[in-house]
């Protein structure tokens, strides 16, 4: 039981009380995490729900779209959109900004978003995951490609999902990062991992060692390195994995 611990909702009102527009950003931040739920509630059915398979055309890099990917994009969308919380979105699947429906009144926030990435991995049952970014939009104009062309330090929040064995929700609206993980019997996150941070050093290295003839010669050494284990400069065994998700 969550009795106690902190949810994701409690969360939000804690870190984003005195800020400016902030029951906005948590207002928008919980219809994110909804959307989140129902891609996770997809994900986890895979064939029982038919949701595997190309669904046959490309998006705006190139790549095969897959069914999920599709119907993810769409959650995140639907989502997103009536709240009057955004000014507009972008999507991996789409190859222009998004513009929020004229029936449903415009925020000041854009959101930015990968809706299903490491979809590839789907039909071998490889975690994947939702990206997304939190934009400023204060002027009145509707928003065109370039004002979602901002430095990263002026992202009020970000964050992604893990669609694995659990449901992982790691965000941050710029004080700490944070994980929650999803509670599927009362449909909460839940705070289980505060105060993430990335270790110095490590003993395992991911990379898609299929393009190591574009490598630059800094990453062809350093990878050298790890592969050469205690033997090597590192003094140390590394192991490798890749799973060609970047929220894995």
């Given at each position: 039981m ?5 949810t ?6 804690q870190?984003l009380?005195?800020i400016?527009g902030?029951?906005?950003l948590?207002a928008?931040?919980i ?6 739920k129902a891609?996770s509630?997809?994900?986890?059915k895979?064939a029982?729900g038919?949701?595997?398979?190309e ?7 190139g790549e095969?779209q897959?069914?999920?990917d599709v ?8 989502s997103c959109?009536w709240g009057?919380?955004l000014?507009?979105?972008?999507s991996?699947e ?6 929020v429906p004229?029936e449903y009144?415009r925020?000041?926030?854009l ?5 299903l990435?490491g979809s ?5 049952n490889?975690?994947v995951?939702?990206i997304?970014?939190v934009?400023?939009?204060d002027s009145?104009?509707?928003p065109?490609?370039a004002?979602y062309?901002q430095p990263?330090?002026r992202?009020v ?10 449901t ?10 944070h994980?929650?993980?999803?509670d599927r019997?009362?449909g909460?996150?839940?705070l289980?991992h505060?105060?993430l941070?990335i270790?110095?050093d490590?003993?395992?290295?991911a990379i ?6 574009f ?5 062809h050494?350093?990878v ?5 284990g ?8 590394f ?10």
């Amino acid at each position: 039981m969550y009795l106690g611990r902190t949810t994701l909702s409690k969360f939000l009102i804690q870190q984003l009380t005195g800020i400016p527009g902030a029951n906005d950003l948590g207002a928008l931040l919980i219809d994110v995490a909804a959307a989140i739920k129902a891609i996770s509630a997809m994900t986890a059915k895979g064939a029982l729900g038919g949701y595997l398979g190309e669904q046959g055309g490309k998006n705006a890099q190139g790549e095969t779209q897959q069914k999920l990917d599709v119907l993810a994009h769409e959650v995140m969308i639907r989502s997103c959109e009536w709240g009057g919380l955004l000014a507009g979105m972008v999507s991996e699947e789409l190859e222009d900004p998004c513009a929020v429906p004229a029936e449903y009144a415009r925020g000041r926030y854009l959101l930015a978003f990968d809706p299903l990435d490491g979809s590839s991995n789907i039909d071998v049952n490889v975690a994947v995951g939702t990206i997304f970014s939190v934009l400023r939009h204060d002027s009145l104009a509707p928003p065109g490609a370039a004002d979602y062309l901002q430095p990263g330090c002026r992202q009020v929040a970000a964050g992604y999902a893990i669609y694995g064995p659990a449901t992982m929700l790691v965000i941050t609206v710029g004080k700490g990062t944070h994980g929650f993980t999803l509670d599927r019997e009362i449909g909460n996150f839940i705070l289980t991992h505060p105060d993430l941070e990335i270790p110095p050093d490590s003993s395992e290295f991911a990379i898609n060692t299929s393009n190591a003839r574009f490598w630059e010669p800094p990453v062809h050494r350093y990878v050298s390195e790890c592969q050469a284990g205690k033997s090597g400069i590192r003094c140390r065994d590394f192991n490798m994995r890749w799973i060609a998700s970047l929220v894995a």
